[in-house]
């Protein structure tokens, strides 16, 4: 994969990214702590580990080795990501987060030259090419934001309609 590719690639993802903002601003502050069933993710939970992963992500590149205290910010169960959590506790904050996150992973790219997307890049779960992060991030976005379509559909939320590429903001 090289960078013009994957540009190509992130281009589209802000398309996406861009449903999943308006997404998000379907749920209420209240909806936030919204849990299916104990023991799952709440709507906080799933936008943490959606735009935490893409920001974490682009810090283990920029270190050049993604460890677990890193990704763990990403993930709800952590004691990491318990705090990061904390943090978003409003519709506004979340949508704020998520810019913040895909800023991150646009200016991680950014820096990156076709060599440094090509060279390996160590992480709790594997080593792969530096390219293979952005996929992983872009396969997380999507897994997730179905979760979240889901959950507003039990919350009674009419979710944007997936591709409404138009009438989304990046």
Known sequence: MNK????????????V????????????DKDL????????????????HVY??????GEGIRQGKLTAEIENKAIPET?????????LMTVADCQKYAREAQKAGDEALAALTDDDLARPLEA????????????FAYDE?????GQLY????????EPPMLYDYENSPA
């Not at 990501?81 to 943090?87: Q, R």
């Open 4 to 15: 013009q590719a994957l540009s190509a690639q992130r281009e589209y993802f802000k398309m």
């Open 17 to 28: 990214h861009g449903v999943t903002l308006r997404l998000i601003g379907a749920f209420s």
């Open 33 to 48: 702590d919204y849990r299916p069933q104990p023991g799952m993710r709440s709507v906080r939970d799933l936008i943490l």
């Open 52 to 57: 935490g992963m893409q920001k974490t992500f």
């Open 79 to 87: 004691e990491e990501g318990k705090a990061v959590a904390a943090s």
């Open 124 to 135: 709790p779960f594997g080593v792969f090419p530096v390219w293979q992060y952005f996929a």
């Open 141 to 145: 976005h999507w897994h997730h934001r």
């Open 150 to 157: 889901t959950y507003a559909r039990l919350l009674g939320k």
